[in-house]
């Protein structure tokens, strides 16, 4: 099959790169972020490594909306949720999109596949979650952080229908060593990551700590499980069935924290710390707005949203001085 990713970001370049590599899939890139663009058409490719380890040179076809004549059979989406908008309108007036090409996303967060839908009708989307860390260090830089293989990739169609395509989907994401799992409960599985995504990243970045760190302190869980319990009770209210029980996602974030990612900071940390804005309003406070659409407030996600915003506030302000200071 031919695919095309919409955002040569960490896990845009991980997951097709992956697929490049391993199978005989075409992939094509395509962009909007100028210092990427420039920079992989400068050095020739991306240049990729593992852990920190093993850096090299992999070509790549990264194109601009409005430079891209290819025609895959799948597109796959991996953007910032704030950014989701403004480049799917660039990439349609472009003629991108036809009614022969099916989606696929495994984005943070939840309320992008309501902006994909406006381009996209209900069968040809197929949604996912992506438990493995990534780094983008730089324009044309990236960085895989774990082990070959390790995480999973759950997908699962819009409609809860299973179809060839996606079959096909899965066989290449299986041979790209990404460990897909069918799921037959869309909503379900979504949350869970979103929830995943609402413990680890937030603490994570509020604190500036790596998850191994945030599961060093004894009170770690006790943290989790409040998070957590809230989320399942908004779900519940909302008549969302999670993939796990509250007791699994607890040991999903240990997991993962403690042992697959101990030396990870997550996406969420990386974008405050660059000064870009996080999606944490995509993440607890989709959680949030779930549990105040069934009359049920979740506080301590209302809470964490406002704690990340002033922590970028915060950062924002330290680097400020900092400069001050070092222009004095």
């Known amino acids: 099959m031919k695919y095309a990713v919409i955002g040569a970001g960490a896990m845009g370049l991980r997951y097709g790169i992956l697929l490049q590599e391993h199978t005989d899939a075409h992939v094509d890139f395509v962009d909007t972020w100028e210092p990427g663009l420039q920079k992989v058409a400068e050095q020739g490719g991306v240049y990729v490594s593992r852990d920190h380890e093993n850096r ?5 076809n990264l194109y601009r909306p409005e430079e891209y004549k290819g025609d895959p059979d799948v597109w796959i989406i991996f953007l910032k949720q704030m950014q989701l908008e403004g480049v799917l309108e660039r990439c349609a007036k472009a003629g991108l999109f036809k009614d022969h090409q099916v989606v696929w996303s495994a984005m943070n967060g939840y309320g992008h596949f309501e902006k994909i839908a406006k381009y996209f009708s209900e069968d040809r989307i197929y949604g996912g979650t992506a438990m493995v860390a990534t780094v983008l260090n730089g324009p044309g830089d990236v960085d895989f952080i774990g082990k070959s293989g390790a ?5 699962c169609a819009y409609n809860e229908t299973a179809s060839d395509v996606e079959k096909a989907i899965i066989a290449d994401l299986e041979a790209a060593n990404a460990h897909p799992v069918l ?4 909503m379900g599985m979504c949350m869970a990551k979103v929830i995943f995504n609402s413990v680890v990243n937030t603490l994570c970045t509020m604190y500036e700590i790596q998850m191994g760190q945030y599961v060093s302190y004894p009170g770690w869980e006790d943290m989790a499980r409040q998070l957590i319990n809230e989320a399942y009770d908004a779900c519940d209210r909302e008549g969302i069935r999670l993939i796990e029980t509250r007791q699994e996602e607890l040991a999903s974030v240990d997991y993962v924290s403690r042992v697959a990612n101990p030396l990870h900071y997550p996406s969420m940390y990386q974008d405050m710390s660059k000064g870009r804005p996080t999606e944490v309003d995509y993440i607890n406070g ?5 549990g105040r659409k069934n009359d049920y407030i979740c506080r301590t996600h209302e809470f964490l949203v406002h ?3 002033l922590a970028e506030l915060a950062h924002k302000i330290h680097e400020k001085e900092a400069a001050e200071k070092a222009a004095a």
């Open 151 to 155: 995480g999973q990739t759950h997908i």
């Open 286 to 290: 989709y959680i949030a707005k779930l």
């Open 307 to 309: 704690g990340v915003h």
């Open 56 to 60: 090299r040179l992999i070509p790549i």
């Open 183 to 186: 799921s037959d409960n869309f």
